[in-house]
């Protein structure tokens, strides 16, 4: 072996953990409220932790997006029992049946946040449909979950069809990897995963950390998630349905990312059948969202996947 074979590559240290939605500020105050609720009892914190657990962010529309939104039309769509908004764009001149990139939001985010997406989708001749997810945006509901991200995609799938490509963000990622790998789509020819996590566990884990949630009080929270949920966080994982996922995925992912360490998209993308890993630096979690590189990029793969050419 070579000198330079032997040379370990230069490790990237990942960013700290943070859960989106939570400042600085809150952060300190979730600590101490946690603190003080522990030493009065371990299971009151844990019902509480998990309560706040599943209660997003409203996130408000940024400026930038506004004219945007306001171009689109708007729907309604039923998805147990809660009335979910979701926005269409149409390119000039197209049929209400023309192929659709459906994009889905993360946690405490909204559709609105794909703004930058839509006029490059649209000048590809695509319909581009954004959901917000349950809970989210101007959708129903105060608490939410992953089961509900997949329920609201899986409704939108077959509302909006036929939909040829899905770009989806953080725990919408989660969603689409798991309702494609579970029943595929025949009609869906790529995926955009942005900045996705491993699994629940890791996003969980976060939390705990962030909060400063002491052993007892996380012991009975995982027990208080899987009565509720029917399983282990951990096992809500893209990861262990990469072999089942048969499409084209890109996987997008910045190297700073302090919600999903990049780990966590080398790890996917190795496993994947069809899968191309795009980085990215300085964009954190979200400011793929808005980076002009990182659109075009996600615009050309889902070209690239439509004109039936294989990476």
Not at 278 to 294: Q, V, Y
């Amino acid at each position: 072996m070579s000198p330079a074979e032997a040379t370990p590559a230069p490790t990237h240290r990942p960013p700290p953990r943070t859960v989106p939605g939570v400042t600085p500020r809150l952060r300190r105050r979730l600590q101490r409220i946690f603190g003080l609720s522990s030493m009065v009892s371990p299971r009151l914190a844990a019902w509480l932790a998990l309560e706040l657990f599943v209660l997003p962010p409203r996130r408000r529309m940024d400026p930038e997006d506004v004219p945007v939104v306001a171009r689109a039309l708007r729907h309604d769509l039923r998805v147990a029992n809660k009335r979910l908004l979701v926005l269409e764009w149409r390119p000039d001149g197209s049929a209400m049946d023309a192929p659709a990139v459906l994009l889905l939001h993360g946690w405490g985010s909204h559709a609105a946040r794909f703004g930058n997406f839509v006029d490059p989708l649209l000048a590809q001749g695509y319909r581009v449909v954004g959901i917000d997810a349950p809970a989210h945006g101007e959708s129903e509901g105060r608490r939410s979950d992953l089961p509900q991200f997949r329920s609201a995609l899986a409704a939108a799938l077959e509302r909006f069809a036929p939909v040829e490509s899905i770009v989806a963000h953080s725990l919408g990622a989660c969603a689409a990897v798991w309702q494609l790998a579970d029943q595929p789509h025949p009609e869906v020819r790529s995926l955009v995963t942005v900045g996705m996590p491993r699994d629940v566990g890791y996003v969980m884990e976060s939390f705990e950390l962030v909060l400063g949630l002491r052993p007892a009080v996380r012991a009975a929270l995982r027990q208080r998630f899987e009565r509720r949920f029917g399983a282990a966080p951990e096992q809500f994982a893209a990861h262990a349905l990469a072999d089942r996922l048969h499409v084209p995925t890109l996987v997008l992912h910045d190297e700073d990312d302090d919600v999903a360490p990049l780990e966590h998209a080398r790890e996917f993308a190795a496993a994947l059948g069809q899968g191309r890993l795009s980085m990215t630096s300085g964009l954190n979690h979200s400011g793929l969202l808005r980076d002009p590189e990182a659109i075009a990029r996600t615009v050309a793969f889902i070209v690239e996947q439509r004109a039936g050419v294989r990476s």
